[in-house]
């Protein structure tokens, strides 16, 4: 391969995310996709994509459920040795689809959907910290060259958020979260979007109310996790801000990863540009706090 561009993005319901999905696939032409909270289980999901995906090259390996949480990898440099879901992971209290692996072109993907957590006294944070520690676990026993990518519902520092002042008592934030996180990290994966970006104000997702997205005030829980093999072939890593515009966008927007070559030039961390400078803390709320 010349290149291999790699991206993540939550898509919050393949289904209604269609009309964005396609001509985004079209465009980018992204070689792996991980894609999280499908929200369709496997036969609708192919049922509604196969043909459009295998007439533009792609396999896919899936792992869905009706309604709820679903991800996928699709692939047109090879898709093997797939496993749908997270071997040792707790349910909630079943087995949850949240987690998918394939190797691709000699790197195995995995395609992470991580639980919210909801509140930091629930029973579901600390569920959430035992299927980060499952999937700590199978990525060691794993390939050395290797790649999570995916919605980690979890922002790894205070830079990840629009102001940490709004998120104070909220998941996503809590040491350990980011403790859990770092674990991960710390067996050899670059978060490779802050390598590339260190000083940059950069959001992955924004909440569809109170205007948060023209406002700009998002946070960063969508990573590319790249193991030493795979982090060294880096040569972009962005986030496709324009996918979270128009209409009928999901609240994510995609991430991307560009080994080998980057086709496009390294054409920054957000296109086009924030659409608003950095506010002031502790002046506005989220939402949900309102």
């Given amino acids: 391969m010349d290149r291999v561009r790699i991206a993540t993005w939550n898509v919050n319901s393949v289904k209604q995310r269609v009309p964005r999905l396609l001509p985004w696939l079209d465009q980018r032409k992204p070689d792996v996709v991980c894609l999280q909270e499908t929200k369709l289980a496997d036969e609708a999901f192919t049922k509604l994509l196969e043909s459009e995906l295998t007439s533009r090259g792609y396999e896919f390996a899936l792992n869905g459920e009706v309604q709820w949480n679903g991800v996928a990898i699709l692939s047109r440099v090879g898709l093997e040795d797939v496993e749908a879901g997270l071997p ?3 349910g ?3 087995a949850e ?8 072109d000699g790197v195995r993907v995995h395609s992470v959907y991580v639980p919210n957590g909801r509140t930091p006294d629930s029973d579901h944070y600390q569920y959430k910290l035992a299927w980060l520690a499952a ?8 390939p050395e060259a290797v790649v999570v990518c995916g919605d980690m519902n979890i922002a790894p520092a205070d830079a990840d958020l629009f102001d940490p002042d709004a998120y104070v008592g909220q998941t996503h934030v809590t040491p350990p979260e980011r ?29 569809y109310r109170a205007g948060m997205f ?3 005030l998002g946070m960063r829980i969508d990573l590319i996790l790249a193991s030493a093999p795979v982090a060294v072939r880096a040569q972009a890593s962005w986030v496709d801000r324009q996918a979270r515009k128009g209409t009928g966008p999901s609240d994510h927007a995609p991430v991307m990863l560009d080994l080998d070559t980057a086709p496009d030039g390294d054409i920054g961390p957000v296109v086009p540009p924030p659409s608003a400078p950095a506010v002031k803390r502790g002046s506005k709320k989220l939402p949900q706090a309102k």
């Fill in 88 to 90: 040792g992971a707790p």
């Fill in 92 to 94: 909630f209290p079943h």
């Fill in 97 to 104: 689809a949240r987690a998918v692996s394939a190797t691709c």
């Fill in 135 to 142: 999937l700590r676990a199978v990525v060691e026993a794993g």
């Fill in 179 to 207: 403790a859990a996180l770092a674990a991960l990290q710390d067996l050899g994966l670059r978060d490779v979007m802050r390598d590339r970006w260190p000083g940059n104000r950069i959001f992955t997702y924004w909440d």
């Fill in 214 to 216: 023209h406002q700009d």
